[in-house]
Each structure stands twice: as C-alpha cells, then as structure tokens.
C-alpha cells in the first residue's frame, strides 16, 4: 500500500479509508483479547493496532527489499513474541 500510494496521490483518500478500518479491527482485536484474558491494563487499543498494522508495513517492506533474509513469517513471528512478552498470549 505504501508503494501504492507514493505513485498514486489521487488515491490516498481512498486508502486511508481502507486503512482506518484495518485500524478498527486491529483495535477490536486488541480490546477483546484484553477482556477475553481478564486484563484492563492502560493499553490503547487503537495505538496499538497502528503499531501492529507499521509493523506488518516494516515487515512487508524488508521482503521485498531483502527477502534472504526476512523470513516469510516474521511478522507472525513478532505478533507472537510480542503477545508473550507483553502476557497476552492465550497459550
């Protein structure tokens, strides 16, 4: 997307649509997670499903650019560590 809209300005209005409700189901994610595992920790959801959705950008981004070494599922791989660390993890 981010290699889209550099080349297509007419679009971005478009785009960021799309991107606000990634944005809001991100958000809902997060928020149920956080209930579903009895936390109401002071985490913004909606700061966090930005962080999220720049992470998957970065990672996306680091594949095209050297796809030796970024690893297909880095992404799943970050959300998952991350999960543990932060104790949301279900498992």
Known sequence: ?????????????????????RRKLVADIVEATLKSNGRNDNLNPPWMASVVLALEDGFRLHRLIDPETTPADSFLRAITDLRRRTGLASD
């Open 1 to 21: 997307m981010i290699l889209f809209v550099a080349r297509a300005e007419k679009r971005r209005p478009e785009l960021a649509k799309r991107l606000r409700a």
